[in-house]
């Protein structure tokens, strides 16, 4: 069984810093791309920014200049440090890990997602 495990939520006040930790695990699963979603009360999950296993990154505009993902392969963990934090960045953050599956001799590719971790930032 593959797990994506995330921490690092909590109360914070507006511009204030959090950093979330997310670590993938289990046998047979290679990881190739890591990421960062949100989900703001009443709305849909998002995307947030995205590691590559060759570390290349990308961000969605409202977060650039604010937030920077970070990736350490050897310990199969992506980070996620939130600086200059704004209510509106409120909600459950997600972390997505995407790679192969091995399984009975096939390679299936396969995405798996933590079980979010909570951010509330209050004004």
């Known amino acids: 069984q593959v797990q994506v495990v995330e921490s690092g939520g909590g109360l914070v006040q507006a511009g204030g810093s959090l950093r979330l930790s997310c670590t993938a695990s289990g046998r047979g699963f290679s990881i190739n791309d890591m990421a960062w979603y949100r989900q703001a009360p009443g709305e849909q999950r998002e995307l947030i920014a995205t590691s590559s296993r060759d570390s290349t990154t990308t961000y969605k505009d409202f977060v650039k200049g604010r937030f920077s993902i970070a990736r350490d392969n050897a310990k199969n963990t992506v980070y996620l440090q939130m600086e200059s934090l704004k209510p509106e960045d409120t909600g459950v953050y997600y972390c997505?890990?995407?790679?192969?599956?091995?399984?009975?001799?096939?390679?299936?590719?396969?995405?798996?997602w933590g079980q979010g971790t909570q951010v509330t930032v209050s004004s």
């Open positions: 997505n890990a995407g790679g192969t599956y091995y399984s009975n001799g096939y390679y299936f590719p396969s995405k798996y």
